[in-house]
């Protein structure tokens, strides 16, 4: 399947569509980005903090795919935010998957009570200049996080990974994003346990264009120019969740997904501001 792709800020080009690994482990975790390589996935996501890194490393050298057309993307967790913690993370990273070069790394959450995110995002630069990180972006960052380690580094983020879903849409930190010339990124792209398929927004769309109501919610997830990281461990579920390039939501469509946003909209109130995630 042919996936479309996004032209980076640093210039490299990111798969439309990327296949999520939280919180598949083990044998289960190798099977599922097995399964996902071959049904067209190139861009995949672990982190730390999953605890599944070797297992997406030996499912990359078990697939026939070849290791260049992948987009593998791991995270840099809080614990590790002081420069030296951060750069001996990212190679640790790279031991357990089994890999010479990240094509991209994340700061997980910028745990601003710790206040040494500026200094993990040094860190990602350095590791950037010296090849082992091919581009570097951030995931949960506001606006505020943003403008610090832009302003001290020079260097801007390729991608903020944030929860982004219909009940949680986005629209502001989308803008920013935007702004800044960052790509979105969305992690529960489909709003895992209070996924709005039921909606009638979502429902009719789906009924017009023949299609599930997982496929609507990421195909107006990239209509809004977002990356989704769906993660399923079937195979058929896999190909059904790629297959969103076939068909294009009208504006009203899009418009009514969106007003399914709600104030409170996040899955478990992960807010940047004061969540923590060591």
Not at 120 to 137: K, M, P, Q, Y
Not at 164 to 192: C, D
Not at 263 to 277: A, M, Q, V, W, Y
């Amino acid at each position: 399947m042919d996936i479309p792709s996004h032209r980076l800020n640093d210039g490299r080009s990111l798969p439309a569509i990327g296949f999520g690994t939280v919180p598949m482990k083990g044998q289960e975790c190798v099977d599922a980005v097995i399964s996902a390589l071959q049904a067209g996935y190139r861009l995949l996501d672990t982190a730390t903090n999953y605890g599944n890194e070797p297992e997406v490393g030996r499912a990359i050298r078990s697939s026939d795919v070849p290791r260049e057309d992948i987009f593998v993307t791991s995270k840099l967790p809080g614990r590790h935010h002081a420069y030296a913690d951060a750069v001996a993370s990212v190679r640790a990273s790279l031991e357990r998957l089994g890999l010479e070069y990240l094509d991209l790394h994340l700061i997980h959450w910028p745990n601003p009570s710790v206040g040494k995110y500026a200094e993990a995002w040094r860190a990602l630069v350095d590791l950037r200049a010296e090849g082992l990180v091919r581009s570097i972006g951030v995931s949960n960052f506001t606006a505020e996080h943003l403008q610090r380690i832009i302003a001290e580094s020079g260097v801007t983020p390729v991608v903020n990974q944030i929860e982004m879903h219909p009940y949680f849409p986005q629209v502001g930190m989308r803008a920013v994003n935007e702004g800044l010339g960052i790509r979105t990124e969305s992690w529960s792209p489909l709003g895992k346990r209070e996924a709005p398929f039921h909606e009638p927004g979502v429902a009719s769309a789906a009924s017009a264009h023949g299609v599930s109501p997982a496929q609507v919610i990421l195909r107006w997830q990239v209509q809004l120019g977002a990356v989704p990281i769906p993660k399923s461990a079937t195979p058929q579920r896999q190909r059904q969740n790629l297959d969103i390039f076939g068909f294009e939501l009208t504006a009203e469509e899009m418009v009514a997904i969106t007003a399914l946003g709600r104030p409170d909209g996040r899955l478990f109130g992960g807010d940047p501001d004061i969540h923590e995630e060591m």
